[in-house]
């Protein structure tokens, strides 16, 4: 089984305005398409964040031959 890519052509047009916002015209399932790859990329983010956060906080966990001495000390 291999993937086979899709190409998306979509007329799009983008004005950017002095205050900084943006005004996008697009056909609505492309906006929806783009909206949910933003979401699955924010997801996936998040989930590499958390990741790493619990493989730190395992590393910094003392070992319980430490425990052990503080409690006796």
Known sequence: MTDQGRTVVAMVSVKAFDDGHLEVNA???FLLVMHLLTMAQKTLLEDELR????EQTVIQRPGLRHVMALAKS
């Open 27 to 29: 056909p609505k399932d």
């Open 51 to 54: 990741r790493q956060k619990q």
